[in-house]
């Protein structure tokens, strides 16, 4: 069945012409298999594919991956042993066994076929909430369990739920050298900020706020040293900050002007812009020029 489905989506590449190039996200998300290939991150975050990618092992001694019918849980090998190293910290935290892990990217990364603008070369995933109290889940049991909030519904201020086990957490993930940067909920990171003490700030610069965010935290890693194709994120987290820790004027606008927005859109133009082009809309003219080999590796 894998070689039927692989075959199908390569007969597929081949079939389409330039001018009605077939969606990347259906062309990515229908290989269910690695490519055997080096392991490349190609592209950028958001617009990019991965070659050679391996798997998370879908349990370990302090982690387990989660929604495994997504197919989602493979990365680039040094994003597989952050988790893993990470995993074993969050075991030490009190109320944690470790940790429960979900999306990562697709066999061959690419665009998703649903629910993620990256993920798309290896090297993104996100952690859930949700402390785990047992690592022996069956397949069913992980498709049906749910992570926590850690948001108030007004989206401004952190619940119960949130504790300094999560601040603990991210400090030591945003504190790893392998780390660029982390996505949490705004109201996490003002919480963090709170709490932080003068001495030892410089890990926040790496907690970006955006919205969603509430149920996981997202850990996005950097370019590996010597992957060329891999594009470095711009703008930095030091130039986001201007050299500071994030806890200004930037993070209060999340929970101000941003929300405001939402409640009151603004009215849109009479003529609007084409609206770009997303990871749901690339094609794979879109993607680099390497992204087509990777689909056609064995």
């Given at each position: 069945m894998i070689r039927l489905?692989?075959?199908?989506?390569?007969?597929?590449?081949?079939?389409?012409?330039?001018?009605?190039?077939?969606?990347?996200?259906?062309?990515?998300g229908a290989i269910p298999v690695p490519s055997q290939q080096q392991p490349t991150p190609i592209g950028s975050y958001s617009r990019g594919c991965a070659a050679g990618l391996v798997?998370?092992?879908?349990?370990?001694?302090?982690?387990?991956?989660?929604?495994?019918?997504?197919?989602?849980?493979?990365?680039?090998?040094?994003?597989?042993s952050f988790l893993e190293?990470?995993?074993?910290?969050?075991?030490?935290?009190?109320?944690?066994?470790?940790?429960?892990?979900?999306?990562?990217?697709?066999?061959?990364g690419g665009p998703m076929t649903g629910g993620h603008a990256s993920h798309?070369?290896?090297?993104?995933?996100?952690?859930?909430m949700l402390p785990p109290q047992r690592l022996n889940l069956t397949r069913a049991e992980r498709e049906k369990i749910s992570s926590i909030s850690i948001r108030t519904a007004d989206q401004t201020r952190v619940t119960r739920n949130w504790t300094p086990a999560h601040m603990a957490l991210?400090?030591?993930?945003?504190?790893?050298?392998?780390?660029?940067?982390?996505?949490?909920?705004?109201?996490?990171?003002?919480?963090?900020?709170?709490?932080?003490?003068?001495?030892?700030?410089?890990?926040l610069?790496?907690?970006?706020?955006?919205?969603?965010?509430?149920?996981?935290?997202?850990v996005r890693l950097k370019c590996p040293p010597g992957s060329t194709m891999?594009?470095?994120?711009?703008?930095?987290?030091?130039?986001?900050?201007?050299?500071?820790?994030?806890?200004?004027?930037?993070?209060?606008w999340w929970v101000t002007t941003y929300l405001d927005e939402l409640r009151n859109p603004p009215k849109k133009p009479a003529s609007p812009a084409p609206a770009p082009k997303t990871?749901?809309?690339y094609t794979l003219s879109d993607l680099p020029a390497a992204c087509r080999n990777v689909l056609a590796s064995r």
């Open positions: 489905t692989t075959a199908l989506v390569l007969g597929l590449l081949g079939a389409v012409p330039a001018q009605a190039d077939t969606l990347a996200r259906l062309a990515f798997a998370l092992p879908e349990s370990g001694p302090t982690w387990q991956a989660m929604r495994l019918n997504r197919n989602r849980y493979y990365g680039q090998p040094v994003m597989i190293d990470l995993s074993r910290y969050a075991a030490t935290l009190p109320g944690w066994q470790g940790l429960y892990i979900g999306d990562i990217s697709q066999p061959r798309q070369i290896g090297l993104d995933a996100d952690i859930w991210m400090k030591t993930a945003a504190s790893d050298p392998r780390v660029d940067r982390i996505f949490v909920a705004a109201a996490a990171k003002i919480a963090m900020c709170n709490a932080a003490p003068r001495g030892d700030r410089a890990w610069q790496k907690i970006r706020p955006i919205y969603s965010h509430d149920t996981h935290f997202h891999c594009e470095v994120q711009r703008p930095t987290v030091a130039d986001l900050s201007k050299g500071g820790d994030g806890c200004d004027d930037t993070l209060n990871a749901r809309t």
